[in-house]
């Protein structure tokens, strides 16, 4: 199962009102984020197991709901966590300091909300199940202030679904899938990964697990991406263009929804 996704001829229909569009965006949410004329080129997209992350924050409104049984795109497949500008600690961009303040104590209900359109905002409650506890709103303040995309926050999160999506659809979400409740070597994933988007980018893919007492749990994938996210930039390109990196924990369960 998966969630709709915004047709080409309305994602392309759109990008030519994204630069009048940011300049409200930052009028609208506090006027921390400021346009920028390049759009990072080296990034990593997050992509959590919601039920893996549920395990050990069972009392967060997403995992209530997830445990509860009423997420079940969450409950068979990936889920968005973030989309990361490069390299580590570039974050944080153009933001107030009472806002990053508020951001690292955890405050994230009185954070500026990143300006989406109705449509990304409807996506965004499935594909990212942590909007309910506003990861949104840390996601675009601490990292997609740096993306610096000229749509501002609808774009940057248009573009980290649009990857995510495409991911589900693949070889490596219907391995995922078929794979509930067992262990999986993460180099068999990484395997999805070349015969989806092309040999090599297995090797730009990193796992992190998460022990749940005696279970070993994948917790999250990470994927490496280098070059402008574009409507028509083809995913298998992004990821062979970044750099290879170790594979991070090398086995782990599919977690399925509810506490175990």
């Not at 893996?52 to 889920?79: D, H, M, T, W």
């Not at 999160?157 to 991911?167: S, V």
């Not at 490596?172 to 078929?178: E, I, K, Q, R």
Request: some cysteine; proline content about 5%.
């Amino acid at each position: 199962m998966t969630l709709s996704v915004k047709t080409p001829m309305a994602w392309a229909g759109r990008v030519a009102v994204r630069s009048l569009c940011a300049l409200i965006v930052a009028a609208l949410s506090g006027g921390f984020y400021t346009a920028r004329a390049s759009e990072s080129e080296d990034n990593l997209l997050a992509l959590t197991w919601q039920p893996a992350f549920c395990e050990y924050r069972p009392n967060k409104p997403e995992c209530i709901r997830l445990n509860a049984g009423q997420l079940p795109v969450a409950a068979r497949q990936l889920s968005l966590h973030g989309l990361w500008p490069q390299p580590k600690g570039n974050d944080y961009c153009g933001v107030l300091a009472a806002d990053r303040a508020l951001d690292e104590n955890g405050d994230w209900a009185d954070l500026p909300d990143p300006g989406v359109d109705a449509a990304t905002e409807a996506e965004l409650k499935t594909a990212m199940p942590g909007t309910a506890s506003f990861l949104h709103r840390h996601e675009w303040v601490k990292h997609g202030t740096c993306y610096r995309a000229a749509g501002g926050g609808d774009e940057y999160f248009d573009d980290a679904l649009r990857l995510m999506e495409e991911i589900n659809r693949s070889a490596v979400g219907a391995f995922l899938a078929d794979r509930v409740g067992r262990e999986v070597a993460t180099r068999d994933i990484r395997e999805k990964f070349d015969a989806a988007f092309g040999p090599g980018t297995g090797e730009r893919v990193a796992f992190t697990c998460r022990k749940d007492g005696e279970r070993l749990l994948i917790r999250e994938v990470r994927i490496g991406l280098r070059g402008v996210i574009a409507t028509d930039a083809a995913l298998g390109d992004l990821i062979r263009a970044a750099a290879a990196v170790p594979i991070g924990c090398g086995r782990g369960i599919v977690d399925p929804a509810g506490l175990q």
